[in-house]
């Protein structure tokens, strides 16, 4: 299956991706639908548990999934963890790392919470979390970066694109400067993942859930530690499946497997995994790149049509390395709530967010099989 094919027959899409029957949904960067095959993987994987032991069908998965969780990472397999939530996989990051009364790290206090929290914890146990100035709501520039690290700095965590503003970072650049450094970065990679390349060559540690532009069920994700990192994260949970004990005798002494289990204390969710392998197939089948040209296209369309009706876009004119699939926009006075509300009673999905002033924002975020004649409906109502 192509994306010239969904986007040029009808049938086809609607049968792939359900909710576009009833609906125009432009809220990926929230909680997305599931599309036909991914439910339908599910679905079948938990009729198949019916049968017997439910990890007698799931198991001989993992490793698939791990190798689809590395193409799109551009990473080993055995780098890849199925830890679940995001913000999970960052907090494993942020206790797991063996910081010293004095260092320092560098966050985004305007990020999604779940990349902000598990670093201000660290504050607790003597570590400078020091915020991050920028120009604008999630503008993180390249040299924003370099100039606000020093000496005393062990650790950059950031997102690769902001959930607001939808400004992508330029995370390889960023990455480059701080391992010349011996800075490690951490990045929260739910907003790309599946959406544009996020390789990991220039990042030590990312964590991402499926359920966003990876198309995949909540609950579902990945951590990615870098190999010869992987030895000093020490995560904060034990369990059978990440502490050795063999024929399942709980031994004397801890001692941690090696690799991706490392990080996998207990049970895996079965059928979430097999939904995150669908759906990160789904994303290799279409290729990322062409899911990537297609939403700038889309948002180059948006941008336009949006700022013709007065409205303000956020990020309106980046380089081209910094635009996403996010499209956000605002007008002074406007109640955006109500607009909100509008749009949903016409089965348009957008977001309505609300930045630490309090201004409210209509967040768009099509992906690559809603079409053209979807976003002129959305134009047409606001």
């Known amino acids: 299956m192509t994306l010239n094919e969904i986007l040029s027959n009808e049938e086809l899409r609607q049968h792939e991706f359900p909710v576009a029957k009833n609906k125009i949904f432009l ?31 799931v198991l001989h998965r993992l490793e698939d999934t ?3 969780g590395a193409k799109l990472l551009s990473c080993q397999p055995n780098e890849v963890s199925l830890v679940g939530p995001t913000s999970l996989g960052l907090s494993l990051v942020a206790a797991g790392l063996n910081f010293r009364k004095g260092d320092s790290i560098l966050i985004y206090h305007d990020d999604y919470p779940s990349n902000v929290y598990p670093w201000m914890a660290l504050a607790a146990k003597g570590v400078q979390v020091r915020l991050i100035n920028t120009r604008g709501l999630g503008i993180i520039r390249t040299v924003d970066v370099m100039g606000q690290v020093d000496e005393s700095t062990k650790l950059v965590a950031l997102a690769s694109n902001h959930f607001i503003s939808g400004f992508r970072l330029e995370h390889e650049a960023i990455g480059q400067f701080l391992r010349e450094r011996n800075i490690l970065f951490c990045l929260d990679g739910i907003q790309t993942l599946g959406a544009f390349p996020t390789p990991v060559g ?14 995949g069920p909540c609950g579902a994700g990945m951590l990615y530690v870098k190999s010869d990192l992987q030895e000093k994260l020490n995560p904060p949970i034990y369990g059978w499946h990440n502490v050795r004990n063999p024929n399942f005798v709980a031994q004397d002494k801890i001692e941690f497997k090696s690799g991706a289990a490392k990080f996998e204390a207990g049970t895996h969710n ?10 990160m197939e789904l994303a290799l089948e279409i290729g990322v790149d062409n899911i990537a ?15 013709e009706k007065n409205y303000v876009v956020l990020n309106a004119e980046p380089k081209l390395e910094n635009v996403s699939g996010i499209t956000t926009f605002f007008q002074p006075g406007q109640d955006l709530t ?8 016409n089965n348009v999905v957008t977001s309505l967010r609300t930045d630490r002033k309090g201004q409210k924002y209509i967040r768009l975020a099509p992906h690559f099989y809603n079409t053209d004649a979807e976003l002129q409906r959305v134009m047409e109502l606001v």
């Open 202 to 215: 220039n990042v030590d540690f990312l964590a991402a859930d499926a359920h966003k532009w990876l198309l």
């Open 338 to 345: 109500a607009l909100h509300q509008k749009l949903l009673d």
């Open 66 to 68: 791990r190798k689809a």
């Open 293 to 307: 040209r297609e939403l700038l296209r889309k948002r180059g369309w948006l941008v336009n049509a949006l700022r």
């Open 270 to 279: 079965l059928i979430g995994v097999i939904g995150l392998l669908t759906a």
């Open 27 to 57: 809220a990926h960067a929230g909680v997305c639908p599931l599309p036909r095959r991914v439910a339908q993987a599910m679905n079948d994987c938990a009729n198949e548990a019916t049968l017997g032991d439910q990890e007698e069908f």
